[in-house]
């Protein structure tokens, strides 16, 4: 069988769906119908709930066909710092950093 990876993302948090894995438990969509309908085209829209929910919704998948991911994890965790960073020498004196410095 192949195996088949849908992802659906509210631009926040990526929810991953295993349609080979799904057991048709219809825990989702009795627990969040706003996001999980599977009347619906797409059947997963993210969008209408918040993060924490659909968290809490996606943890309750018996079979593991549902998984999710945040999206500030995919880029590994990195901020883009936009701050200039200033290095101030002084004699016989410390180093002085100004600046935005992870
Ligand atoms: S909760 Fe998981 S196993 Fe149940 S219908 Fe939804 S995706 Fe499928």
Redesign the pocket.
Known sequence: MKDITKKYTNGEVTIV?KPN?????????KGLGDV?DPKKRPWITPEESSTERIIEQIK????G??SYYLNRDESDGKIALEAETIVETSLNGPLLVYGMLP
Do not use: D
């Open positions: 769906w894995e799904c057991i048709h438990s219809a825990i989702c969509f999980f309750k998948c018996p079979s066909a549902l």
